[in-house]
């Protein structure tokens, strides 16, 4: 079956996602809240709609890319959702990064209306979005799971089945876990070295080719910090709100997360001081100047 996509959230991450699921050959249907990104995946081929209910209606396969549990549920479940205008056989895919509780309760809910769900949160970045490179980790049914295999791969390069329904959910959380920590301790790292008189790129370099080497410092702080580049790239709001979900995930599972906690306040501190929206390597920044040094080359 030829599948026909819905796409619903298309901000910094979701819109180059729908350009690639066009590149690729899909026909899509498209709406946000905003409508500004529409227009650019209107002249690609896209064609736009006026609600979610709308795109439901009109397709297969409706991906949903938003920020929040709260978002997704309302776009899936709410009035003029995807539930109220999918069609028999179609799949749902949220995309999102969201609790997995949330994620479990509408799977559960679409599946007395006959409709299969997926959750595929991302991992990559808006570069990986942009490039199709990204991360995607896949709970639910299996066998939904290979009928949605290529339209993944439209989008990512790297693709994990989790398990069921919630599973993917929980290994994004425990990834972005890792990752919210990383920033924070290559940000520490890098400025008591800068600090103590060693060169950033000397500090970067070695580094890089040793035991400390992570993702963040290779791709947040090379690609942003370092160039005094604070734009998203992935928003110090979505971090810390990521990091919640960590940390409500430990809380119901009964498990301490000492780091962890220690980390969300840091994020907590970041978006209080008014830097929610930007990348979330923006503590080098707040880093350079407490300590009176520039962490950039």
């Not at 799949?91 to 599946?111: F, G, H, Q």
């Not at 990559?124 to 991360?135: D, H, K, N, P, Q």
């Not at 980390?263 to 707040?286: E, P, R, T, W």
Request: proline share 3%.
């Amino acid at each position: 079956m030829e599948e026909i996509i819905g796409f619903i959230g298309t901000g910094t991450m979701g819109k180059p996602m729908a350009l690639n699921l066009i590149k690729a050959g899909y026909q899509l249907n498209v709406y946000d809240v905003n409508p500004m990104p529409l227009e650019e995946l209107k002249i690609k081929g896209a064609t736009i709609c006026l609600s979610s209910k709308e795109v439901a209606s009109k397709s297969n396969v409706i991906i949903t890319m938003l920020p929040n549990s709260e978002d997704v549920e309302k776009a899936i479940l709410g009035e003029n959702g995807v539930a109220e205008g999918a069609n028999k056989d179609c799949v749902v895919i949220d995309m999102s990064t969201i609790d997995p509780i949330s994620s479990r309760k509408i799977s559960n809910n679409l599946s007395k209306r006959n409709i299969k769900m997926l959750d595929a949160p991302v991992s990559g970045g808006s570069w990986g979005a942009a490039s199709g490179t990204l991360a995607i980790m896949v709970g639910g049914e299996e066998d939904v799971f290979e009928r949605c295999l290529k339209i993944f791969q439209g989008m990512g390069k790297k693709i994990f089945y989790c398990g069921p329904n919630g599973n993917g959910e929980i290994v994004k959380i425990m990834n972005n876990l890792l990752a919210g920590i990383n920033i924070l301790a290559t940000g520490e790292a890098l400025s008591l070295g800068v600090k103590a008189g060693v060169n950033i790129k000397v500090l970067y370099d070695v580094i890089n080719a040793s035991s400390g080497q992570n993702f963040a410092m290779q791709n947040y702080c090379a690609n942003k910090a370092f160039k005094g580049d604070y734009e998203p790239g992935f928003m110090a709001s979505l971090m810390y709100k990521d990091m919640g979900l960590a940390m409500a995930l430990a809380k119901n599972e009964g498990v301490p997360l000492l780091i962890g906690g220690l980390g969300h306040q840091m994020y907590s501190n970041i978006v209080a001081a008014g830097f929610g929206k930007k990348d979330m390597s923006i503590f080098l920044k707040i880093l350079e100047e407490l300590k009176n040094i520039k962490i950039r080359f």
